[in-house]
Each structure stands twice: as C-alpha cells, then as structure tokens.
C-alpha cells in the first residue's frame, strides 16, 4: 500500500504541469504561417523538396524568380493556372490557405531563394505570354528545329530528352508553362535556360513566342472538344448507311 502511495505521488508530481498537453501553445492550421512547413505540406509534392527535382517547375531558381514579377507568382499560388495540374491554393479560389499564408509563401521564395543573376548584357524576356510579341506557329517550327530539336527529336527523329510534342506533355502544361520553361530551363535536368541553346545566339523574345506557337498548335483538342455531337453522328451515320433502291 505504502508502495503505491509513493508512486501515484511520484506520477502526481510529474503530472502537474498537465500530463498529455502539447509543449507552449498550440497553433491551429490556419494560423500556421511558417514557410518550411507551408511548402512541404502544400508544394514540395510537385515542385520537390526545397523547391527542387520535383516533376513540375523548379521554384528554388534565382533566375525563375528574377523572371516572374511578384504579382504573377503571387497570382499562381493564390488561384492556380487553368488547364494545368497547379491547384489553387487560396481559399477564395477553393483552395485551403488564407491570404496571410499564401503571402507567406512567396515572400518565403523570395527571401530565401532569389539572388540576383548576371545576364551579361543580354535582355531578360517578358515574363507574361499576353505581354510577348504575338507568336508564328510556322515561324516557330523553324526555330524549334533550330533551338530544340537536337534534344527533343522532330518528327521520326526521337530526342535524348524526350518528345515535348508528345499530347500527353502538351496536354498538361499551358502556353506560359511552356514559355517559361524555354526562358529558364530546367538547370536540375540539364537543359539550359534561352541564352545557350547555340553557342553564341541567344533566343530572341520573338522565336520565344514563335516557339510557343508552333507547340500550342500541335497540342490535342480535349475529348470533349474532339467529339462528335449527337446531331453530328446521327448526320454522319445516314450518310453512311447504304441507300436502298426504291424501284424493287
């Protein structure tokens, strides 16, 4: 008895501080506005670990952050890009995160991960596709040819890195994803940003659209858009069927 006595004080005592209640305050989702954990519970998924070597764009990218203006990326995270896998991730867009927390991911990404970058003379493209020069998609299958089709492949010739004319790629990704990555590469799987293509030509903001136009246009119609409508078959299906003779 005396024992026990003994033990259930010794617990008591460790107990008085509150046995099982979390260390300081807790805090609850949406006032959680801390950065690293923002990005791994909402975009480490797709863009990797440290904004690197994730399926979708790299963020962690002083020359992507030095190419998007603050609004645009604002813009994306908040409500997303249509037609793409990017969610929207503000609640006013459907998503799960208030406005504080969505500004606390890109003032993250600006602060930790923008540094300046030298261009050596050379002019940083327009960020957004509707302020570039309007794009030529016969122009841009030359350009293409020129610029990217020694690792991507043409027609029966297969690229080392993979088609971009492929429906399923083209079906993924919009035209800005598409000018974006012509602009800053993917560093992480080797291709290099608009200035080093060719050795001593640099893409100009012209064969930049011209590019984007060319592979927009080889991007399939959705299922919805390629079928038929039902007046459509029930037309196409009388045209069809064999005619009978009237005369027996």
């Given at each position: 008895m005396r024992a026990s006595l003994v033990i259930a004080i010794a617990i008591g005592s460790l107990c008085s501080g509150g046995c099982g209640k979390p260390k300081g305050e807790a805090v609850l989702p949406e006032q959680n506005t801390d950065f690293a954990q923002l990005f791994a519970t909402n975009c480490s998924g797709c863009h990797g670990v440290d904004g690197r070597s994730g399926p979708a764009p790299r963020l962690n990218d002083p020359l992507f952050l030095a190419f998007i203006d603050r609004q645009s990326l604002h813009d994306v995270v908040a409500n997303g890009r249509q037609g793409t896998p990017m969610p929207a991730f503000a609640r006013s867009s459907g998503g799960f995160l208030n406005a504080v927390q969505v500004n606390a991911l890109v003032d993250g990404m600006e602060s930790r991960w923008a540094r300046p970058v030298k261009l050596n003379g050379v002019t940083m493209p327009v960020y957004s596709a509707s302020n570039a020069p309007p794009g030529d998609a016969a122009r841009g299958q030359v350009a293409y040819?020129?610029?990217?089709?020694?690792?991507?492949?043409?027609?029966?010739?297969?690229?080392?890195?993979?088609?971009?004319?492929?429906?399923?790629?083209?079906?993924?990704?919009?035209?800005?994803?598409?000018?974006?990555?012509?602009?800053?590469?993917?560093?992480?799987?080797?291709?290099?940003?608009?200035?080093?293509?060719?050795?001593?030509?640099?893409?100009?903001?012209?064969?930049?659209?011209?590019?984007?136009?060319?592979?927009?246009?080889?991007?399939?119609?959705?299922?919805?858009?390629?079928?038929?409508?039902?007046?459509?078959?029930?037309?196409?299906s009388q045209a069809s069927a064999p005619q009978e003779n009237d005369q027996k």
């Open positions: 040819q020129r610029n990217c089709m020694m690792c991507h492949g043409f027609g029966k010739f297969k690229g080392m890195a993979g088609s971009v004319t492929d429906p399923s790629f083209l079906g993924l990704i919009s035209d800005q994803n598409l000018r974006t990555t012509i602009v800053v590469g993917r560093p992480d799987w080797g291709m290099p940003d608009w200035r080093y293509r060719i050795p001593r030509h640099v893409m100009s903001d012209q064969d930049i659209s011209d590019v984007v136009a060319w592979l927009s246009s080889q991007r399939p119609k959705t299922a919805i858009e390629a079928a038929p409508t039902p007046r459509q078959t029930s037309a196409e």
